[in-house]
């Protein structure tokens, strides 16, 4: 893609960090951009702040642990701009500790935002963005994907599962390309 101007982007985890600076940086080149993200203030402040600067935006409260609530915010993508040829897969939480003695609770939490989020966004936009005439997912992992870091054992599995999707999706999709 080399024309951002009218393009619609898709970022969740977008009411702060890097999503934030996505966000920001997209709707200066010209984007139409879906906000999703789970703290509803800061998503009022980001919706709020980019009209202001008169960037096409809009929001909506999503954790993407769950697959319907990222359907969701396909469907207001689509709704509001008929369209999607970016999609950032950014949400994203860390739990600390020996592995052994996390709970379920914080393997399920980090593993349902940071991997399943990602699956979750891969399954429901790329279809959207091919319909759209294509595009790009960008799936934010970390060194966490390349290395093992102490004392991040979920964060850790959830970033390398998300670097080994990405490569599986590159490859998947060079290969469904028209030659």
Do not use: C
Request: glycine share 12%; no cysteine; net charge negative.
């Amino acid at each position: 893609m080399d024309e951002f101007a009218g393009k619609v982007a898709v970022i969740t985890g977008g009411a702060s960090g890097i999503g934030l600076a996505m966000a920001r940086r997209f709707g200066a080149a010209g984007m139409k951009l879906v906000i999703a993200d789970l703290q509803q203030d800061a998503l009022d402040d980001v919706i709020a702040e980019l009209g202001a600067a008169r960037i096409e935006a809009v929001g909506i409260r999503a954790d993407v642990a769950d697959r319907a609530q990222v359907q969701a915010v396909a469907d207001q993508a689509m709704d509001a701009f008929g369209a999607i040829h970016l999609a950032v897969n950014n949400a994203g939480v860390a739990s600390g500790g020996l592995s052994w003695e996390l709970s379920e609770a914080d393997w399920s939490w980090v593993l349902g935002v940071d991997l399943w989020g990602v699956i979750h966004g891969v399954g429901v936009f790329t279809p959207l963005i091919i319909e759209s005439g294509g595009g790009h997912v960008v799936n934010i992992a970390s060194m966490a994907g390349l290395t093992s870091p102490p004392y991040m054992a979920p964060y850790n599995v959830a970033k390398h599962g998300v670097v080994a999707l990405s490569e599986s999706m590159y490859l998947e999709l060079k290969m469904a390309a028209p030659t």
